[in-house]
Each structure stands twice: as structure tokens, then as C-alpha cells.
């Protein structure tokens, strides 16, 4: 008999990462969550398969120190059961997911995959800043507006495959992150 459990929290858990106040706290948010994210695929054998701004937050301490935590597995699938989530499945957020799921591989998800994609949330944030409002994402902004699932693929492919490519995103970084 399958059994699933869920927790529903119906008070806040963490604040989104538009409120965190600098790209420090950005980055100890992020290296938090990819520990969390480790430690579930090692112990829990979870993969999350929806790593996306929306599903990072944080918690501001009483020191005034954030800590990052992942959310919203409902995209989660169980790794331990061998290689039973092709790509052709294609879950996740559309900018954020990786190039396997856009191009339907028959390769498993891996835990790598969700590690793809916290790369395409660092790219979003430094190119959009905390609050999607710079606009100078005039490469990427092709991750969300391909013609086809694979078309993005191909612009993924051809903005990360070299490093003159991705040179190119890193310049369109706003270093104010607002």
C-alpha cells in the first residue's frame, strides 16, 4: 500500500530571496540550500527536481545571519528505487530546468540535474537581481521564450557550453542585485 506524507505550513517559513539584503547573503542562502538538498539525496534519497527561486528561502537568526532551506518537493521523487525518472518526464520551472528535461533524454534524473539547475537560479538572479526588476537579461531572456522546449535547450547549450558564452551572461550581472 503506497503511503505518502505531507506537511502543509500554514504560517510563514522563510522569507523569499527578494529579501535578502546583499549577493553574501545570497550565497550563504544558496550553499545552505545545496547542503540541505545533498544531505536529502544521501539520506532521504529524495530528489527535488523543482530547484527554482520561488522554492529557496530563508531565515533571517537573531544574529542578524540568514539560513537557506529548499521547499516544495511536491515535483519529488524517490532516487532509490533505481533509474525510474527519465527526463522525457519534464518536471520543473521552465527557465530553471535542465537540458536533459528540455530535450526529453531517456538518461535517470540525477541529483546533478537539480544541481543544474541552481546554476540557471544564480544566472536569473544575477542577470534579473533579487527582484527581477534590471532587465538586462538580453541573452537569457531566451531561456523562457523559445519557440520549442528544445529550442531553449539549444540556447542553454550555446550560452554555457564555452566560457566566451558565459563570459557574456556574467557581464550582464548587475552588481547591485536590487
Not at 81 to 110: N, V, W, Y
Not at 136 to 150: F, H, P
Not at 159 to 165: F, Q, V
Request: glycine share 8%; aromatic share 8%.
Amino acid at each position: 500500500q503506497l503511503r505518502v506524507h505531507r506537511r502543509v505550513a500554514m504560517s510563514p517559513i522563510g522569507k523569499p530571496l527578494n529579501m535578502l539584503k546583499s549577493v553574501p547573503e545570497l550565497i550563504i542562502v544558496v550553499a545552505d540550500t545545496m547542503r540541505a538538498h545533498r544531505a536529502i539525496v544521501e539520506h532521504c534519497h529524495i530528489l527535488h527536481r523543482d530547484v527554482m527561486p520561488g522554492n529557496i528561502l530563508f531565515r533571517r537568526m537573531n544574529d542578524g545571519t540568514v539560513k537557506g532551506m529548499l521547499v516544495d518537493f511536491d515535483h519529488a521523487v524517490n532516487s532509490s528505487k533505481g533509474p525510474h525518472t527519465p527526463h522525457d518526464e519534464r518536471t520543473g520551472t521552465l527557465p530553471f530546468m535542465c537540458i536533459h528535461a528540455l530535450e526529453r533524454s531517456q538518461l535517470p534524473r540525477t541529483e546533478l540535474d537539480d544541481w543544474e539547475t541552481m546554476i540557471y537560479v544564480l544566472i536569473w538572479i544575477g542577470t534579473y537581481g533579487f527582484k527581477g526588476a534590471n532587465g538586462r537579461a538580453a541573452k537569457i531572456k531566451y531561456w523562457v521564450g523559445g519557440t520549442t522546449l528544445e529550442d531553449i535547450a539549444r540556447f542553454k547549450r550555446g550560452d554555457l557550453d564555452n566560457s566566451s558564452s558565459f563570459k557574456s551572461i556574467i557581464n550582464d550581472f548587475d552588481s547591485r542585485m536590487d
